[in-house]
């Protein structure tokens, strides 16, 4: 059911097959009746990836009126050319047809849902200056191709401010559970992973994080957060409360007064309610790495703060 906005249509992954069967089946229909079999079973909608990585804010406007009728999905307001990514596996389409949606992409999720990604970028400045073009590098990632398939939490746009959307930069965002109609996201969107960095296997990754050892256990570690810090790049992250990092036999701990051990069962306990800064080792950003699944990033170097002393400087 294609959503109420100008010209902009959901495009049915079975559209190519029904049309080549269509001839097929006209030809059978007075003798042949499709079994109930036939019919594609209905999937629902798995969690998602959050499909911007870096900074956003939203709420459920789904159904909000708008001048061609109901919103049709969610505003994810986020930086210019903030990286979208895909909310699930997939192969992906895009499409420019639509003035009002402007530069647009399809991605059709393995689990039979369909999601848009309409007013991605089209802007070549932060001036909204509307010079580029949808293609990629500008509103598409680097290098994508038209009808790729591509891996969850995968690259595959920037947000932007294209179609009817000019002079406020955000993503909207749609949701169609089996090719139908579209549904609020804002629920799905409450439990998406959110990712630290687009997945990417190609890159290797480290984090530089400085917080306060809450538990360690299994050769694990919880740290609740004070700082945290991307590389390479060195960007700051923000809005990460905690992490789970594992803790190798080959990482080392600083104890705060100069002595180097070995992270062990004799070392690590010693360090719990520690202020402390951590290292990770360099991996792969994965869909676990990049997600921050709870042992897949490990411990390199574990450095212990040393406390002021009470009326001390």
């Given at each position: 059911?294609?959503?109420?906005?100008?010209?902009?249509?959901?495009?049915?992954?079975?559209?190519?097959?029904?049309?080549?069967?269509?001839?097929?089946?006209?030809?059978?229909?007075?003798?042949?009746?499709?079994?109930?079999?036939?019919?594609?079973?209905?999937?629902?909608?798995?969690?998602?990836?959050?499909?911007?990585?870096?900074?956003?804010?939203?709420?459920?406007?789904?159904?909000?009126?708008?001048?061609?009728?109901?919103?049709?999905?969610?505003?994810?307001?986020?930086?210019?050319?903030?990286?979208?990514?895909?909310?699930?596996?997939?192969?992906?389409?895009?499409?420019t047809r639509s003035?009002?949606?402007?530069?647009?992409?399809?991605?059709?999720?393995?689990?039979?849902?369909?999601?848009?990604?309409?007013?991605?970028?089209?802007?070549?400045?932060?001036?909204?200056?509307?010079?580029?073009?949808?293609?990629?590098?500008?509103?598409?990632?680097?290098?994508?191709?038209?009808?790729?398939?591509?891996?969850?939490?995968?690259?595959?746009?920037?947000?932007?401010?294209?179609?009817?959307?000019?002079?406020?930069?955000?993503?909207?965002?749609?949701?169609?559970?089996?090719?139908?109609?579209?549904?609020?996201?804002?629920?799905?969107?409450?439990?998406?992973?959110?990712?630290?960095?687009?997945?990417?296997?190609?890159?290797?990754?480290?984090?530089?994080?400085?917080?306060?050892?809450?538990?360690?256990?299994?050769?694990?570690?919880?740290?609740?957060?004070?700082?945290?810090?991307?590389?390479?790049?060195?960007?700051?992250?923000?809005?990460?409360?905690?992490?789970?990092?594992?803790?190798?036999?080959?990482?080392?701990?600083?104890?705060?007064?100069?002595?180097?051990?070995?992270?062990?069962?004799?070392?690590?306990p010693d360090l719990?309610?520690?202020?402390?800064?951590?290292?990770?080792?360099?991996a792969r950003a994965?869909?676990?790495?990049?997600?921050?699944?709870?042992?897949?990033?490990?411990?390199?170097?574990?450095?212990?703060?040393?406390?002021?002393?009470?009326?001390?400087?």
């Open positions: 059911m294609p959503p109420k906005r100008e010209p902009v249509r959901v495009i049915s992954r079975r559209s190519t097959a029904l049309g080549v069967a269509l001839v097929a089946t006209l030809v059978s229909a007075a003798t042949f009746v499709a079994p109930s079999s036939a019919i594609p079973p209905k999937h629902p909608v798995p969690q998602l990836v959050f499909p911007i990585v870096g900074q956003t804010t939203y709420h459920d406007d789904f159904g909000d009126p708008r001048g061609n009728g109901k919103h049709e999905g969610n505003d994810l307001m986020a930086a210019w050319r903030s990286p979208a990514v895909a909310a699930e596996a997939g192969k992906i389409k895009f499409w003035a009002r949606a402007g530069c647009m992409l399809y991605l059709y999720g393995r689990s039979g849902t369909t999601y848009l990604y309409i007013h991605l970028n089209n802007d070549l400045t932060e001036k909204h200056d509307n010079k580029g073009k949808c293609v990629a590098g500008t509103a598409y990632m680097d290098g994508l191709k038209d009808g790729a398939t591509v891996q969850a939490g995968q690259q595959i746009g920037y947000v932007g401010d294209s179609g009817d959307a000019e002079g406020t930069y955000h993503l909207h965002f749609e949701v169609h559970p089996n090719d139908g109609a579209a549904v609020s996201p804002f629920p799905y969107l409450q439990k998406a992973v959110h990712l630290l960095m687009p997945v990417n296997p190609k890159l290797r990754v480290s984090l530089s994080v400085q917080g306060r050892i809450v538990r360690y256990a299994s050769n694990r570690m919880t740290i609740s957060l004070t700082s945290m810090t991307l590389f390479p790049g060195g960007q700051g992250v923000s809005g990460v409360r905690s992490i789970v990092l594992s803790v190798p036999t080959t990482a080392e701990v600083d104890t705060g007064d100069g002595t180097i051990v070995a992270a062990d069962a004799t070392s690590m719990a309610g520690r202020n402390v800064v951590v290292l990770t080792a360099p994965t869909l676990a790495v990049a997600g921050m699944r709870p042992g897949a990033l490990a411990a390199s170097r574990i450095a212990a703060v040393m406390q002021a002393a009470p009326g001390g400087p």
